[in-house]
Every structure is written in structure tokens, then in C-alpha cells.
């Protein structure tokens, strides 16, 4: 079944969710209200004739300005048929938040921690949503696009003098800093 296919059954099934259908260099990308996620990629896995097995990929993109601020894009394919297809589920700045597709897919476990410690993406009914990239006490979501690229002023990571302190015999041990 090719992309397109699939996105005729999803809009023959969830029509009202379906806010836009594109094409980018032979993958096609279908954009969702993000309140029925679980269900459509509940019915993307089941479906016999789609089966859309593997999660490749769960990431997070933030477009400040724009209705919906954040998406969250979710790469699946199927091994049993080969085709391929991207859900874009769309979330506004005011309401980050998002079902797990974790009981679908467990391999969706750490695509979205990082979703979350990057972009503060939450996702209900996660099992250990904790910050897996940056330390627990780390301030604010560092790919957002309105994160200071060289992190905030007036802050200073407390471990910090910890790792210092862990290279204090770097010139003792004739280890040199790239």
C-alpha cells in the first residue's frame, strides 16, 4: 500500500483530525490534531492491511509564532509491507502536552523523554518521564528556539565546579583539553 493510500483509510477514519496532508521528496507527512493520537496510531499499528510495526523515530520541532508552536513527529514503518509514513501531531505554546504512544510502541520510551527534556513536550501516561540529556536541575528546554544559545546570563550549572574538580590532575596525568 503506497503512503497516500494510508492517508485516504486515515481521513475515511478520522477525517475531523486530519488538519493537512503533505509531500516532501517521496515521504509524505500528515499533520494531526494532537487529542486523538494514541487512537490513530493505535489504528496505524492494529490495522492488518497497514501495520505499521516500528516506530523509527519520535522527535520534537518548535516553530515560535505559528499557531501551533510545537510538533511532534512520529516516523513509522512497516517491516511486513515496507511503506513508510510521518504523523505530525500539532501542539500549541499554551498547552504542550500529549498522549504516550509508549503502550504501542515501547521503543518510544526515550524519544520521549528527550521530546520532553528538550522542548518541555509532556506526554500523559509515560511510565519514567524524567530528564534523560540534561541534569534534573537544569533550568528550561535548550532546543527551544527562544533558549539563549549561550544559556542564561545570570546562571551557572551547580555541577559545574564538580566536573572542574574531576580534571584537577588533567596536567598531572598529561591529559590534553581539545
Not at 12 to 32: A, G, L, N, P
Not at 71 to 90: C, D, G, T
Not at 133 to 162: S, T
Request: charged share 35%; proline share 5%; aromatic share 12%.
Amino acid at each position: 500500500m503506497e503512503p497516500l493510500e494510508i492517508v485516504e483509510r486515515l481521513k475515511e477514519k478520522y477525517f475531523s483530525e486530519i488538519v493537512d496532508v503533505t509531500q516532501f521528496r517521496e515521504q509524505v507527512f500528515v499533520s494531526v490534531k494532537s487529542d486523538r493520537i494514541t487512537d490513530i496510531c493505535r489504528y496505524l499499528h492494529d490495522e492488518p492491511d497497514i501495520h505499521m510495526d516500528f516506530l523509527a523515530d519520535i522527535c520534537g520541532v518548535d516553530y515560535p509564532g505559528r499557531k501551533y508552536r510545537f510538533e511532534v513527529l512520529y516516523n513509522l514503518y512497516s517491516i511486513k509491507f515496507r511503506h513508510r509514513l510521518i504523523v505530525k501531531a500539532l501542539l500549541t505554546e499554551e498547552d504542550p502536552n500529549i498522549n504516550s504512544v509508549v503502550p504501542i510502541w515501547n521503543g518510544a520510551n526515550c524519544h520521549e523523554r528527550e521530546a520532553c527534556d528538550m522542548y518541555g513536550i509532556i506526554f500523559h501516561g509515560h511510565p519514567d518521564l524524567r530528564r534523560i540529556l540534561m541534569p534534573e536541575d537544569w533550568e528550561g528546554f535548550p532546543q527551544r528556539k527562544d533558549y539563549p544559545l549561550k544559556g542564561r546570563e545570570d546562571w551557572e550549572y551547580k555541577g559545574f565546579e564538580e566536573c572542574k574538580e574531576l580534571h584537577n590532575h588533567d596536567k598531572e596525568w598529561n591529559i590534553q583539553a581539545s
